[in-house]
């Protein structure tokens, strides 16, 4: 029987900004699919214009909330790297740890708050939360205990305080520091739950090949260091990185669309995972195992077990960051002075993926001009495009199922809709 | 403020990082105790409800687009209280920076000369909510502090009109034990700022931004002359009260007030 449906759905809801879902299936076809991103531009560009240095990352971290610290610290690299600053291997290692911290609390708030309810098939984590505690227990653990992280480091979890140019203005305490390490060790049993959990569901086998793009570093997983790699062309010179891309704008998003010259390409935590799962962590290592996929794999469902071994990998990677710091002991970190200016390039693992951010600075330490790339807006076409694949074998099934599954895609993609629309290209003249 | 016992209330995001709302799912330990004092009927980023018997609107985010003052004067008409989230909602906050240019430049800025779709990308001026709605109160912040959202919703409960400090920054920064940064030579805009973060910047080693905004009566023109002779030039002086009080400053040619 063939139907004919034509689904919308207004301002999807469990995703991170605006966005509206169209499809429309005439006689049993796919006519048309499109991810609508509405959530209004909020300029960056124009709003950094002419600051100094100094205070770009405290702007440019209002992109987005919920992967604040990752946009600073690619702001700061970019900054630094302009202005020929070095910073100290304590910074360094400061910055990784408040990385490790945002992307154990994204990962954790998408997969309990975002998608989990999908599975348990309630409208939002509130009735879970009243109604299975177990459940949740060991979700809003986690995510307490990445939260309580990133205050000890920077005052609070959004926005981060401390991380400036050249240094760091905050040292945690050594007590807080052991404390964190102990809370991180008791969390393992935590994860086993939440892999428990999130291992037992069955998503759709849907599968695509596509280009991976992450960093790897010479050695570790890599969040805060690292040099773009393709798992179809290996590495990427970091400056080289924003023309290997052609970034284009669609009609039906005011973010801009992203390709490859190898077309689509995926972005976040399947990416990384896909082309850096050898240097996971011991106990990391053993969940892929126990994993209902092998490497490589290129089925988008998995994007949220990947989340989950990566959670894994971050809190075990965390351990050994405090450890070092503990080892080098605290000492104050003021800001060093740049000693030239131009253009500089910064980029990060965000928790949704590769970030670029590139700036110009004049000799008067004002920001001339910049550009950042947002890994949500990477992944829209990658996105589509597996709606696409995804749609007709779904058909024969009833509308609430369509629905079902092409919400549940995209949510695997933890996209960041408010990010996603700060991508900013210009060059100010 | 009525007294409602488990009252209905909702929340929305206008243009925004989304930084405020994320505070709020934050609160992982007083969530479920939250879940029984209150009924959430509306929270895009949280469950697919989207009812609209609320009685109480949490708001994030400015106003850039006329779709969201449309959207506002709906709530507005289903609300019987409306409350700000965050700097965006509260002054403008950081969007408000882009004010200095025309709509017209930073939509070229961003999509070029000719956006493909010329509806999607149009914008107008980053407003505060307050200057299309009226709003019965305000939570300030960049981002707002768990402590103070979580106060609000308990004097909601309790059907307590809240409240917000009258005093600067300065006065917490000292409870906290900080040295003043200006002893340090460095500009700082707690004096002019509204407390009730526990300066919570300056003790992780920062300064005073102004994220939560002017004061009512703050002294602007005594500020501008500190700043002044702390080194600062005028036109970064500018921009320090811009930062996030620039939609006042823009509107009335100078920082007074942060209340219409
Ligand atoms: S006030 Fe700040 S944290 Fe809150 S939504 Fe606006 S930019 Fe984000
Ligand atoms: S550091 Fe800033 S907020 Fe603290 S007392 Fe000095 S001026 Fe006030
Ligand atoms: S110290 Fe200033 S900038 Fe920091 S939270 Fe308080 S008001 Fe905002």
Redesign the interface.
């Known amino acids: 029987m063939h139907k004919d449906h034509h689904i919308e759905i207004r301002?999807l809801?469990?995703?991170?900004?605006?966005g509206n879902i169209v499809v429309d299936i005439r006689k049993g076809t796919v006519r048309e699919i499109r991810l609508e991103i509405?959530e209004?531009?909020?300029?960056f560009?124009?709003?950094i214009k002419g600051?100094?240095y100094q205070?770009v990352a405290?702007?440019i971290s209002?992109?987005?909330?919920?992967c604040?610290a990752s946009h600073t610290c690619a702001c700061l690299k970019a900054v630094e790297d302009a202005l020929g600053m070095r910073i100290s291997r304590r910074t360094g290692l400061l910055r990784e740890l408040c990385l490790c911290a945002e992307t154990i609390q994204s990962h954790i708030?998408h997969l309990y708050?975002?998608v989990l309810?999908d599975f348990m098939g309630t409208?939002?984590?509130?009735p879970l939360?009243?109604e299975n505690?177990s459940l949740m227990e060991p979700g809003?653990?986690l995510?307490?205990l990445a939260?309580h992280i990133s205050t000890i480091l920077?005052?609070?979890?959004?926005?981060p305080?401390?991380l400036?140019p050249g240094g760091?203005?905050?040292m945690p305490e050594k007590c807080e520091l052991i404390e964190i390490k102990e809370r991180l060790e008791e969390a393992t049993e935590l994860l086993h739950r939440v892999w428990e959990t999130f291992r037992g569901f069955s998503t759709p086998g849907f599968e695509k090949a596509r280009e991976f793009i992450s960093l790897k570093p010479s050695s570790g997983y890599g969040m805060y260091d690292g040099t773009p790699f393709s798992n179809i062309d290996g590495f990427i010179e970091k400056e080289d990185y924003a023309h290997r891309l052609e970034e284009y704008?669609?009609?039906?998003?005011?973010a801009k669309h992203a390709k490859t010259g190898h077309g689509t390409y995926m972005v976040g935590a399947l990416a990384r995972l896909n082309n850096n799962h050898r240097r996971l962590t011991p106990l990391a290592r053993r969940f892929l195992k126990d994993a209902p996929f092998s490497m490589p794999c290129h089925i988008p469902f998995m994007n949220n077990l990947a989340q989950v071994i990566e959670c894994v990998h971050l809190a075990e990677y965390a351990i050994e960051l405090v450890d070092r710091l503990l080892d080098m002991g605290l000492k104050k970190e003021p800001p060093r002075w740049g000693t030239t200016w131009g253009r500089g390039v910064g980029m990060v693992e965000a928790p949704r993926g590769i970030l670029y951010h590139s700036y110009t600075v004049n000799n008067e330490g004002l920001v001339e001009s910049a550009n950042c790339i947002i890994p949500t807006a990477q992944n829209l076409r990658s996105i589509e495009e597996d709606l696409r694949g995804l749609v007709p074998g779904l058909l024969p099934c009833s509308r609430e199922e369509v629905v079902k599954g092409v919400e549940g895609l995209v949510r695997a993609y933890d996209p960041c809709i408010?990010c996603s629309t700060h991508?900013?290209?210009?060059e100010?003249v | 403020m009525r007294w409602i016992k488990r009252p209905r209330i909702a929340f929305f995001s206008l243009t925004s990082c989304e930084g405020c709302q994320l505070m709020v799912l934050n609160c992982e330990e007083e969530l479920r105790e939250l879940s029984t004092r209150v009924d959430v009927v509306n929270f895009r980023e949280a469950t697919d409800l989207k009812r609209d018997d609320y009685q109480v609107a949490f708001i994030e985010g400015s106003v850039t687009r006329e779709e969201e003052a449309e959207k506002l004067k709906e709530i507005r008409q289903r609300a019987e209280t409306i409350i700000t989230l965050g700097a965006c909602s509260t002054t403008g906050g950081i969007n408000a920076l882009k004010n200095r240019f025309s709509p017209e430049y930073v939509t070229e800025c961003v999509y070029g000369r000719n956006p493909p779709n010329r509806l999607l990308v149009e914008n107008i001026p980053a407003m505060p909510v307050e200057e299309v709605i009226e709003v019965d109160y305000r939570i300030p912040g960049c981002p707002v502090s768990k402590e103070e959202f979580l106060g609000f919703v308990k004097a909601l409960v309790l059907g307590i009109p809240p409240g917000l400090p009258e005093y600067p920054v300065c006065n917490e920064c000292k409870m906290e034990g900080n040295i003043c940064v200006f002893e340090k030579g460095v500009a700082c805009m707690g004096p002019v700022t509204r407390g009730g973060c526990r300066a919570v910047c300056v003790s992780f080693g920062s300064i005073c931004w102004g994220c939560r905004g002017l004061l009512d009566d703050a002294n602007t023109d005594a500020h501008r002359e500190t700043l002044g002779n702390h080194g600062l030039g005028d036109d970064e002086i500018t921009k320090r009260f811009d930062l996030y009080s620039s939609f006042y400053i823009h509107r009335k040619g100078r920082c007074t007030k942060t209340t219409t």
């Open positions: 301002e809801t469990r995703v991170e900004g605006h509405i209004s531009p909020r300029f560009e124009a709003l600051r100094h205070e405290h702007i209002r992109i987005c909330g919920i604040s708030l708050f975002l309810p409208h939002s984590v509130l939360l009243k505690p809003l653990k995510k307490g939260n920077n005052g609070r979890p959004v926005h305080i401390s400036v760091t203005l905050h704008v669609v009609p039906h998003s005011t408010s991508i900013m290209d210009v100010f």
